[in-house]
């Protein structure tokens, strides 16, 4: 297996870091409708479990726990997006399949409302022990996988001509 060379290493180490203050920069400038919407389906999605709740903007609360959870940007799932989104630009023979890229996007992001989801389920059904194991621990190793999984199955089937 051929290391790859130092610029281009120093390239992707530097896009990485760019892309990350750029998503950070445009979740606090425009995050905001976008929050709302994922708080929207998270409130939804408990609904149809039959947990009662309430939105307020971006914060869901569970009356019966007399608990809110705030939605925020961070909970929105843009840091995975962006380290998936910039590993495939950096990756020239990754580029040419956007069909791959559109399916990592939604796989990622429906897998991020899910685990929005579910940390709160747990709140609900199990208390805040599960609940920080979940969303702290679990949870962001759980899309890390998902993220170096995507990226894998991509990056295999870019080897092989169409």
Known sequence: MKLPKIPELVMFIG?????TVVVMVLGVKFGGPLIKVEASNIHGLLSIVGIQNTLLGNIIYL????VAFEITWQCSGMFSIALYT???????????????????VSTIYLLNLARIFLAIYLYYT?????????????GPLLMFTVVVLLLANAFMKSLHPN
């Open 15 to 19: 896009s990485l870091i760019v892309s």
């Open 63 to 66: 009356p019966s726990e007399r």
């Open 86 to 104: 910039v590993v495939y630009s950096v990756i020239p023979k990754l580029r040419r399949h956007f069909r791959e890229y559109i399916f990592g």
């Open 126 to 138: 199990l208390g805040e022990g599960a609940f920080s194991l979940f969303h702290y621990t679990i």
